[in-house]
């Protein structure tokens, strides 16, 4: 490990010391500034010439922001003679902008990509991509990690009997099944229909049984948690004993903690690939660190081994 250095965006310094600290190496120094007409400037403080780079980013708003931060540190690191730059995205920024699903909107998720190749990176390393057809979107390679582990293990240690792994709605219930099968317990669907004219879908029956199990709800992120609540009432309403939910990225946004906390959800675990500031890590709100993942995947990179070890069980 002795050919990398890890540097930090302004937002991500306590992601990034959580590397570091697995790594057992120094946290990189370089100097963000704000200039007073609002322009960003970046400075590395070591030399990088010949070196493995990573580069870490969160989403802590405004998002745009954190985007051009990490364009400049790129470039940055490109002009002082990087050989290779690794950019880290514990969340990847515009995920869901992953299609153009209504006429004449961009796909943001793409230009994103293109804007990271063109600053001159060499590799994105990101975790359970809203789309795995992101990946597809860039010309240099993009390695998808995944928190699936980190929640099963995390729930394993519940003991919890009688479960049930319930999908939100039909798309995912590809997901449900697979942590139905580590767990080796049912899965069960909630059916959603569309109400006359309005767009939204309402949830309005079961499939499956789900009557006093041990119900834990799956999902890649949880934003202003509309559908996982709307999830949550209806199992309370079909006899659930009790009620989990797990994701990867807790956005959060919005309504989104008051609803939680007025839920019928016993617990929500989170990873911590998006900053969740004091205010909101309220009780039902358990956080683990995937730090350590990405510490993993970097030294199988340096290694030269691939990476699907550590998507298994």
């Known amino acids: 490990m002795e050919n990398i250095k890890i540097f930090a965006c302004p ?24 200039f007073s007409n609002d322009n960003n400037f970046v400075q590395v403080l070591e030399t990088v010439r010949g070196k493995n780079v990573y580069v870490v980013q969160t989403t802590k708003p405004p998002v745009n922001e954190r985007i051009m931060e990490l364009l400049i540190t790129i470039d940055a690191l490109k002009r002082a003679s990087a050989e290779k730059i690794n950019v880290i995205l514990p969340y990847y920024i515009y995920s869901r902008s992953d299609k153009k699903d209504q006429p004449r909107v961009p796909v943001t998720a793409k230009l994103f990509a293109q804007l990271i190749e063109a600053s001159g990176a060499n590799r994105v390393i990101t975790c359970d991509l809203h789309n795995p057809a992101i990946q597809a979107y860039f010309n240099i390679n993009c390695d998808r990690l995944s928190a699936q582990n980190l929640l099963q293990n995390y729930f394993k240690k519940k003991n919890l009997d009688n479960m049930v792994i319930v999908a939100t709605d039909a798309g995912s219930s590809k997901k449900a099944y697979k942590y139905s099968k580590y767990f080796n317990c049912p899965i069960a669907l909630i059916d959603k229909r569309r109400d006359g004219n309005d767009d939204r879908a309402i949830a309005t029956t079961v499939i499956g049984d789900v009557k006093d199990k041990n119900a834990i709800i799956f999902d890649d992120e949880i934003d202003t948690a509309g559908s996982i609540i709307e999830t949550a009432s209806i199992l309370d309403k079909f006899g659930t004993k009790n009620i989990f939910a797990g994701c990867t990225h807790g956005i959060l946004s919005g309504p989104a903690i008051e609803r939680i906390k007025n839920s019928k959800i016993e617990e929500l675990v989170v990873t911590n690939t998006v900053p969740i500031p004091k205010e909101k890590q309220i009780e039902k709100i358990k956080i683990l660190t995937i730090a350590p993942l990405f510490a993993a995947a970097i030294i199988r990179i340096e290694e030269h081994k691939p990476l699907g070890e550590l998507l298994k069980s």
């Open 11 to 34: 937002t991500a310094e306590e992601f990034t010391q959580e590397i570091c600290d697995n790594l057992q190496i120094e946290i990189g120094k370089i100097h963000y500034q704000k």
